[in-house]
């Protein structure tokens, strides 16, 4: 028998019986890079051999082969995510490839897992009880893994592109209207945190930006804020990270309501931090518990709904604020560009297609005025 070249296998009987198989895959790092394997029979070798062949040719690598879904996992969360990603983000992946991915894909080796196996998993979550949007998020985060492993070359194919999932229709949203909003801001006049809820009606700030404003963010001779952190509860403690993308940190000019709350807010502030003394923290953040340190959203969201009871307002979320501030901008004849940028989408397409049905009766009372233009 000649020599095999590279990308070539051959088999072989062993004197104890066994069948073995030899495929080359050429050199690496200045060696001869071979690979063995074994069975009990000429035809399981063979189709082993045929299996690490054409992986090689695909360009695959060879380890793969042996390489379970969990391991796959761990090691896209590890090298990938970790590095890359908010603590976070890092954190939701974890736990989603813990709790609905390892414990049914978790044993199967990458190289054969199945669009069927992935369809599989998908309708016993949704069958289990899973919310459609839970379920989609979790196909989400395998199929951004099993993207990663294809450009490793682990596999030849993102099967977690070939299913079907469910969908997730968008819930209505409901913001406060114009007298609502009015209403509200009067239910919170005095309030210890005024100026917190009139940032979110009036600029449309998430609570995480809200909670990570310091005072070097505010600039009251600009009447502006900048958004350059956001507060989040890591492993218990809090910690100041960068916004989730480059849109989201932007500079936004403030009304002379929120200027003036704001006012009210720091010398309140100051008030604590004279009454606590040596156990006030200085953390430098705006809103703070009574002694300076980071305020928790629960505290803020607990707040929030007694106002809207005491008011007499019907129950929102908290970041409902936001659409509120955003439905008021573009009845107010805001360009969408603005309000993108206030807001701090990624694109525009994200505000025009979460707003649509506010920018449509803004059009309507457009083409209203243009009527009467024409009309005389």
């Known amino acids: 028998m000649g020599k095999r070249g590279s990308g070539e296998g051959s088999i072989y009987k062993r004197s104890d019986g066994r069948w073995a198989g030899v495929v080359d895959l050429g050199w690496l790092d200045g060696k001869r890079n071979r690979k063995a394997m074994y069975a009990k029979t000429r035809k399981e070798v063979q189709e082993k051999l045929n299996t690490a062949l054409t992986s090689h040719r695909k360009g695959l690598s060879f380890q793969s082969d042996k390489l379970t879904v969990r391991e796959s996992l761990s090691d896209w969360l590890r090298e990938s995510v970790k590095p890359a990603l908010r603590p976070r983000t890092y954190q939701s992946y974890a736990e989603i490839v813990r709790l609905h991915l390892e414990p049914s894909l978790g044993r199967i080796r990458l190289s054969r897992l199945t669009p069927r196996d992935v369809q599989k ?100 001779g600009k009447s502006q804020c900048a958004v350059r952190k956001t507060l989040q509860r890591i492993d218990g403690e809090f910690r100041l990270v960068e916004p989730k993308t480059t849109r989201s940190r932007r500079i936004i000019a403030l009304p002379d309501i929120v200027i003036s709350s704001l006012r ?90 979460r707003y649509a049905y506010i920018f449509q009766e803004a059009q309507r009372e457009t083409a209203i005025k243009m009527g009467k233009v024409l009309a005389g």
């Open 264 to 353: 009210e807010h720091k010398g309140r502030q100051v008030g604590e931090m004279l009454v606590v003394g040596d156990k006030w923290e200085n953390s430098g953040l705006v809103f703070t518990d009574l002694y300076g340190r980071p305020l928790s959203d629960r505290v803020v969201r607990d707040r929030f709904y007694r106002i809207l009871e005491s008011a007499g307002l019907r129950r929102q979320r908290f970041h409902d604020l936001r659409h509120a501030c955003a439905s008021l901008m573009i009845s107010q004849g805001v360009p969408s560009r603005e309000v993108m940028e206030t807001l701090g989408h990624s694109t525009i397409a994200m505000t025009l297609n």
């Open 121 to 220: 998993l998908i309708n016993a979550k949704l069958n289990g009880g899973l919310s459609p949007r839970r379920v989609q998020y979790s196909h989400a985060v395998l199929r951004r893994a099993l993207g990663q492993a294809e450009k490793w070359g682990f596999i030849a194919r993102n099967v977690a592109k070939l299913v079907d999932i469910p969908k997730v229709e968008q819930p209505e949203i409901s913001p406060f209207d114009p007298s609502e909003a009015r209403l509200f801001v009067k239910a919170i006049a005095g309030e210890r945190l005024e100026a917190l809820y009139l940032l979110a009606i009036a600029t449309g700030l998430r609570q995480a930006e809200i909670l990570g404003l310091s005072w070097e963010d505010i600039d009251f």
